[in-house]
């Protein structure tokens, strides 16, 4: 309807400046409409069985003849006395009637007041008795239209403006569809109730009975916008047949109760208020249901933060304005009820911005905040009436004690409490905070770093990102977090779980993990240069000194004794190496290995047999990797010439992909047990965890062919091992006496 009306395919910038400037014209109307009324020049307010005068225009018809601070009890035509009342000068035409039946003889009485201002001739009586005749004029100028109009008409305005501008980019979405409704709501409200509070003194029956009306439908269809929107927004909880019924709803009791008005019995309160009383009962609900469900949705939960504290403003603003001046004995709630549309403006741009365009970087600490600004305030009331009701104080000492015990003992305790629950546990605790630096600084920068971001974030997802930024930001309206890292930057995606959004203390928080994580690294690499350099000359000393001493003393023993020292000279050759901190080649390991067999089977006396190796990938190992290596083939030759006295041992070797395949064989010339009757004692134990330390596995057996005992074992290679290097294949066809050192 509306839609069709607009033009389905009008380009949204169109379709908001139609809707304005509509509204813009019923606003001229409205006025056009209020400078036609008699005009007296004075204002009023209600006082006790009379209208007080609140002031006079010294330009007016009254100038000169009444003053403020005079009372009218009455006005006098062709011998007739219309009494005036109080409620005469409410601005709100329904705040003191309380039915329905009532509220049309008030309707009534004002027409009446309205024929007797429209006549030549006419006297007020003042309270203390005198008669005084004014003449009022036929017209007003625009220029003596009260403020409270023109701030009716800037918010009607503004609701349509921001309503149709959510709409006409989303038509489709009832939940723009429900806020659209609030937005027109808001403004017919607002232009009718503009014109009814903005009468000098009174206003035609007629016309009381149509702005009457239509303030009633535009209050219920607001209403019922409201709940639509909260049932379609952020999560969608009802269909859109429930939403057609709930607007159809409000708007039949509009025009029945507000406009029909059918029995005269009925309570205005019934009739008026009943429903937005509803409205708003039905809407804390779906708040309840639409947290539960944004339970781990962050953006959806942070767009419904943002909804309940525009609403909450709203209400509490509404609140304030209208019992705070109670309180302090000031006013009445008539006096201020018309600002009540400004609230709900507020409240429309607030869902505006949490529906179309919000910020959330903030939202979390902003909520917070606001709660405790509101709680601070509501606790000075709360304690300015207690001690009134209580104690009978003067209302200024009231005031100033209230204050003086909130802001020495709530506010206090309020910033002890927030700074403890807005700080993340990290921010809480400097020692967990060094402690996940130091624990995750241990392996690769970025590695390590992604890991220490994971432990303090518990982000759902965390990926690289091409840019590195020079400091952590907020992204995805707070659904991401991207921060700078020693290689590159990386981006953590919902945070806490999805529990909550990111938000600029996390960007900050990010940043001094950055700048802890690069000292400690950098301390790190301090201590272990040291250490390398400190190993580096332990391992120097080592072999220009003990190594040259044994060499030395193996060229003057026996060979028992020549044979021990060789076993020595290995061992620190092997230390040196390890101290050494070197990250030998994969053929240079594997030599040094080949050369040591051949070393120990020539003083043995043994023939030997391990075929060079042509393809090898290049690889780099670490220290502790090659060690084991050099450990294993070790420890397979002391066995074999320690056990089995063998005259053969054969080595091979092959490399599939990252593992590295080794069998060793021997013969033996000894009796001794057989393999499978073996106990591992610590030589057998030390060759398990040593291939299980590099992903790996050793198993030993009889060959029952050739009579050989045979080690067959992998070993898992460093990641830097890119494809597939497959050694010759070695294949051994021993004679009955192979030469020594073939390969």
């Known amino acids: 309807m509306m839609r069709a009306a607009l033009g389905r395919n009008m380009a949204p910038v169109r379709v908001v400046v139609l809707l304005v400037l509509l509204t813009a014209g019923v606003l001229t109307a409205a006025a056009l409409f209020l400078t036609a009324q008699p005009y007296l020049g004075f204002e009023t307010r209600p006082a006790s069985?009379?209208?007080?005068?609140?002031?006079?225009?010294?330009?007016?018809?009254?100038?000169?003849?009444?003053?403020?601070?005079?009372?009218?009890?009455?006005?006098?035509?062709?011998?007739?006395?219309?009494?005036?009342?109080?409620?005469?000068?409410?601005?709100?035409?329904?705040?003191?009637?309380?039915?329905?039946?009532?509220?049309?003889?008030?309707?009534?009485?004002?027409?009446?007041?309205?024929?007797?201002?429209?006549?030549?001739?006419?006297?007020?009586?003042?309270?203390?008795?005198?008669?005084?005749?004014?003449?009022?004029?036929?017209?007003?100028?625009?220029?003596?239209?009260?403020?409270?109009?023109?701030?009716?008409?800037?918010?009607?305005?503004?609701?349509?403006?921001?309503?149709?501008?959510?709409?006409?980019?989303?038509?489709?979405?009832w939940a723009a569809r429900g806020f659209l409704a609030m937005g027109v709501g808001l403004a017919v409200a607002a232009a009718s109730a503009g014109v009814y509070t903005s009468r000098e003194l009174a206003l035609g029956s007629q016309a009381l009975w149509t702005l009457s009306a239509l303030n009633q439908i535009g209050t219920q269809l607001y209403s019922g916008g409201y709940v639509v929107t909260m049932l379609r927004y952020p999560q969608v909880l009802g269909s859109v047949r429930q939403c057609r019924w709930i607007l159809a709803g409000f708007l039949v009791w509009a025009l029945v109760f507000g406009a029909a008005?059918?029995?005269?019995?009925?309570?205005?309160?019934?009739?008026?208020?009943?429903?937005?009383?509803?409205?708003?009962?039905?809407?804390?609900?779906?708040?309840?249901?639409?947290?539960?469900?944004?339970?781990?949705?962050?953006?959806?939960?942070?767009?419904?933060?943002w909804y309940l504290f525009a609403w909450f403003v709203g209400g509490v603003a509404f609140v304030v304005m209208q019992i705070l001046p109670v309180l302090l004995g000031e006013t009445s709630p008539s006096e201020t009820q018309v600002f009540a549309f400004g609230f709900?403006?507020?409240?429309?741009?607030?869902?505006?911005?949490?529906?179309?365009?919000?910020?959330?970087?903030?939202?979390?600490?902003?909520?917070?905040r606001a709660w405790g600004a509101v709680l601070g305030g509501g606790l000075v009331i709360a304690v300015d009436a207690l001690i009134l009701s209580v104690l009978r104080l003067d209302t200024g000492l009231s005031l100033a004690l209230s204050l003086a015990l909130v802001g020495w003992a709530y506010f206090p305790l309020r910033q002890i409490l927030w700074r403890r629950l807005t700080r993340s546990p990290m921010?809480?605790?400097?020692?967990?905070?060094?402690?996940?630096?130091?624990?995750?600084?241990?392996?690769?920068?970025?590695?390590?770093?992604?890991?220490?971001?994971?432990?303090?974030?518990?982000?759902?997802?965390?990926?690289?990102?091409?840019?590195?930024?020079?400091?952590?930001?907020?992204?995805?309206?707070?659904?991401?977090?991207?921060?700078?890292?020693?290689e590159q930057g990386t981006l953590l995606k919902w945070v806490a779980r999805g529990r909550r959004l990111a938000d600029s203390n996390d960007a900050q928080l990010a940043d001094r993990l950055s700048r802890l994580f690069a000292r400690i690294r950098q301390y790190r690499e301090a201590v272990a240069e040291g250490a390398q350099l400190e190993r580096q000359r332990i391992a120097q000393d080592l072999h220009d000194d003990v190594g040259a001493r044994l060499l030395s003393v193996r060229q003057r023993v026996d060979a028992s004794t020549a044979e021990a020292v060789t076993e020595i000279l290995a061992d620190i050759r092997t230390i040196v190496h390890s101290l050494a901190g070197q990250n030998p080649l994969l053929a240079e390991c594997l030599a040094d290995c080949r050369n040591e067999l051949a070393d120990r089977c020539e003083q043995a006396d043994i023939h030997w047999r391990w075929p060079m190796q042509t393809s090898l990938p290049t690889v780099r190992l670490s220290a502790q990797w090659s060690l084991d290596l050099v450990r294993i083939m070790r420890e397979l030759t002391n066995n074999a010439i320690k056990h089995a006295a063998p005259s053969r041992i054969a080595v091979s070797l092959q490399i599939t992909g990252q593992a590295l395949r080794f069998e060793f064989r021997h013969d033996a010339t000894r009796p001794f047990a057989p393999p499978d009757a073996w106990r591992q004692n610590l030589g057998l134990r030390n060759l398990v965890r040593r291939c299980r330390a590099h992903g790996g596995e050793i198993r030993w057996a009889w060959d029952e062919a050739s009579a050989d005992v045979v080690f067959q074992g992998t070993l898992s290679l460093p990641q830097n091992a890119g494809g597939e290097h497959a050694a010759e294949p070695a294949e051994y066809a021993f004679a009955s006496a192979p030469d020594q050192g073939s390969s």
């Open 49 to 173: 069985d009379a209208v007080l005068i609140h002031a006079v225009d010294a330009r007016g018809p009254s100038a000169g003849r009444l003053k403020a601070g005079e009372r009218l009890v009455a006005i006098e035509h062709a011998g007739q006395l219309e009494p005036l009342r109080a409620r005469d000068a409410f601005a709100e035409i329904d705040v003191a009637e309380r039915t329905l039946g009532q509220l049309h003889t008030y309707r009534q009485h004002q027409g009446a007041l309205l024929e007797i201002l429209r006549q030549p001739a006419s006297q007020w009586v003042i309270d203390d008795g005198r008669f005084i005749a004014i003449r009022a004029e036929a017209r007003r100028s625009v220029f003596s239209l009260p403020a409270n109009f023109w701030f009716h008409g800037l918010v009607a305005l503004i609701g349509i403006a921001i309503s149709a501008g959510v709409w006409a980019y989303r038509r489709n979405d």
């Open 261 to 305: 008005q059918p029995w005269d019995a009925m309570p205005t309160d019934l009739a008026f208020r009943a429903p937005i009383l509803l409205a708003l009962s039905w809407a804390l609900v779906l708040a309840l249901r639409q947290w539960l469900a944004s339970r781990n949705r962050p953006v959806e939960r942070a767009a419904l933060l």
């Open 344 to 368: 709900l403006l507020l409240t429309n741009i607030g869902i505006a911005l949490g529906v179309v365009r919000y910020r959330l970087f903030e939202l979390g600490a902003w909520w917070a």
């Open 427 to 486: 921010e809480r605790d400097e020692g967990a905070l060094l402690k996940a630096v130091l624990q995750a600084s241990g392996d690769s920068a970025q590695a390590s770093w992604q890991r220490l971001l994971t432990n303090v974030y518990q982000p759902l997802e965390i990926h690289p990102v091409a840019e590195n930024p020079d400091c952590a930001r907020v992204a995805q309206d707070g659904a991401a977090l991207i921060v700078p890292g020693p």
